[in-house]
């Protein structure tokens, strides 16, 4: 058991749209991810997401709305709900979700990332 500093992990790494895992509980990842511009549209069929925002602020957009999310707020996006983050500026945020999450969802592109290295 270790305390774990989210300011010194995020000065780790730099690159937009890469997740780090954190830590783990249960059967879930902490991951640190940093947002930047648009992501892709996409869902979780068996997982739902929580995003946490750290520093920055990001939109998350769903098909009939769209939600801002700021500093010390989250957001849950439910299993099957097509989403699309973005982030104007570079935004910090922790993600929540089963390790089974795949950061593209249902969709294959140069942004999936198989594997997460941890920080």
């Given at each position: ?24 509980i ?24 929580m ?50 999450t ?18």
């Open positions: 058991m270790k305390t774990i500093n989210i300011a010194k992990k995020f000065s780790q790494f730099h690159e937009p749209w890469s997740p780090k895992i954190l830590g783990e249960n059967d879930s990842y902490v991951k640190a991810v940093r947002f930047q511009g648009e992501f892709v549209w996409h869902h979780h069929d068996h997982e739902d997401e995003f946490l925002v750290v520093q920055g602020r990001m939109r998350m957009k769903f098909r009939d709305h769209e939600e801002i999310v700021g500093p010390g707020e989250f957001i849950i996006v439910p299993r099957g709900v097509e989403h699309l983050p973005v982030a104007e500026e570079e935004t910090q945020v922790l993600l929540f979700e089963p390790k089974t795949l950061n593209t969802g249902n969709v294959t592109n140069e942004r999936t990332l198989p594997q997460l290295e941890r920080l």
